[in-house]
């Protein structure tokens, strides 16, 4: 067992919060025992984006990629049409939505789907998108108050996603560490945001564990390595990543090498080898016979 502060926390926080049962068997189909950490494989950008580039048949997207996913995050749509029920990882069920890309304003967002479907469903735990500082910021958080009320009643832990919208910029520790906060005190149990600058410090206010996302593609494989390796050394429990692992040509060495950071703390440079190494080879083309 890998005996680091991130494991710490999570048991701590497992401890003290009197996790009932069925909370902390469902978290542990996400955040594996043996390591405290977790990859999380995001595929959920459909619910606002449409058919996001390489996420057009997510099927095709996902399949290759489950057998090194601990848990993969998707809305139901894509669950019942593009996973086989007969893959054992576990489901991070987006229940959040209502709005599209197209209008400028995506926090307008309401509940998409019910807690007894996500029962029905058997996933480990429903995410809802939080949007502090913006026109919703009240909607969102009563939101997933209601879930969290929910989530007891059926032993569904409850992450909440610290969004920004199009404002990336303001991905910055004040702004993250008050958002992360306040999902954390309405009541859930995990925490998707964005790595940033000093992101040790959202992670000390912050008493549940946190996952980061990746964000919009970054410009080398190198940059997304050292994100994942800074978060898991600042604290975060893993990372909830889409568009760095499948939108890269490379996918499949994407995910193994991001799976050796979190689980087994891989550095940036044994994560470029493990990429190298799993590089697709190229079907040489047969010489046309006569
Ligand atoms: C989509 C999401 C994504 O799950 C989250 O942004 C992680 O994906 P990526 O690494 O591509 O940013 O919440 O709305």
Redesign the pocket.
Known sequence: MINTSATNQFTRVNDEMGMDWGIQNRMSRMIKPPTGRSVML?C??G??MGPTHRLENPRKTIEPLLPYTDTV?VTRGVLRTSIDPKWDTSILLRVSGGTSVIRDDLSDEGITTSMREAVRLNVSCVAL?IFVGTAHERQTLLNLAKLVDEGQDYGMPVMA?T?VGKELEKRDARYLSLACRIAAEIGVQIV?TYYCEDFAKVVEGCPVPIVV????KLNSETDVFQLAYNAVREGAVGV?????IWQNDNPVGMIKAIRAIVHENATVRDATQIFSENKPTRKVEEPIQA
């Open positions: 995001a959920d950008h619910y606002f995050a998108s996603i969004a998707k996302a990746g964000g919009p909830d990543m889409g568009r760095n």
